[in-house]
């Protein structure tokens, strides 16, 4: 259930003109498709109709059953939609009517800051890789959707494929058939010996995640849906979804300073006698 005060449900169904039954300007495959393209969710799903048939009735059902985040990004959807809308039939507005407007992008925004994982922007779509992609984005469509553990084979996947590129882009041997730990370790170890790594700490910590990675492997294959498994309840998937994008992350934030450090060391190698000037 969204956090949704009587005040901001008062804000919301003026600026979306629900009073009738109606939201905007949609018919009811309108409503449907726009609510599809935005979030990927079917608003006709019987769980929507319990207070009514109307869109504004399934409009507030939506507000008790989905979470934060991907009701506010919901809300920011219809917002941008008004002001389309708006500019493209040239209506007039008033203070009152953008001040509301304003009050419903707060409203907007603050939902949207409660995404389960906090560090879900690190799963990232690459231009060149559309099997990459795909993948990413499906990742973080369960996520908006607050569904980790339907995403825990998809999120093993992606981290794979993640290390496997790292580890050719640093000329780490690793073989076809090792498993996700085996390739993360190679890599640990790497950074660790390039001294990437500057407090002990870091290190033992990166070295027990191999440990960690290593029960991915069990939980990918035992405990999601990869095969016909009973899957992981909801608490512990957000657990590890949580603790792998953060992991991600700091392999990433090492990734750019090795970059940095590349990037220095080929401009200091050219040779300036070269140079036509």
């Not at 956090?3 to 009073?19: A, G, V």
């Not at 059953?65 to 008033?94: A, D, H, P």
């Not at 907007?108 to 559309?130: A, F, H, N, T, W």
């Not at 009973?230 to 990433?252: A, C, P, R």
Request: charged share 30%; hydrophobic share 40%.
């Amino acid at each position: 259930m969204a956090d949704l005060s009587y005040q901001d449900k008062r804000y919301l169904e003026k600026m979306f003109e629900m009073e009738g039954g109606y939201v905007l300007d949609f018919s009811n495959r309108t409503f449907h498709d726009f609510i599809y393209d935005s979030i990927k969710i079917n608003i006709e799903e019987d769980k929507y109709y319990k207070n009514g048939e109307s869109k504004a009735r399934r409009l507030r059902a939506f507000w008790d059953f989905e979470s934060n985040y991907i009701v506010g990004l919901l809300i920011e959807n219809f917002l941008e939609y008004w002001l389309i809308q708006v500019n493209m039939n040239e209506r007039k507005t008033n203070d009152a009517l953008e001040r509301l407007h304003q009050e419903c992008t707060k409203i907007s925004m603050r939902l949207k800051s409660d995404i389960i994982v906090s560090e879900i922007d690190v799963i990232q779509e690459v231009e060149d890789d559309r099997d990459f992609s795909l993948l990413a984005k499906s990742i973080r469509e369960s996520i908006n959707k607050n569904e980790p553990e339907v995403a825990l084979d998809r999120l093993h996947t992606y981290v794979m494929k993640f290390i496997r590129q790292l580890c050719e882009n640093h000329s780490i041997v690793i073989k076809k058939d090792e498993s996700l730990n085996a390739i993360f370790g190679k890599y640990v170890r790497f950074i660790v010996a390039k001294n990437k790594i500057e407090s002990e700490m870091t290190a033992r910590i990166l070295k027990y995640s191999i440990h960690v990675i290593d029960a991915f492997n069990d939980i990918r294959n035992n405990r999601s849906l990869a095969h016909d498994n009973q899957i992981l309840n909801y608490s512990e998937s957000l657990l590890i979804f949580n603790n792998v994008t953060n992991s991600l992350k700091f392999i990433m934030s090492i990734e750019e300073t090795i970059n940095m450090e590349n990037k220095k060391v080929e401009s200091k190698s050219v040779d300036w006698e070269d140079l036509p000037f």
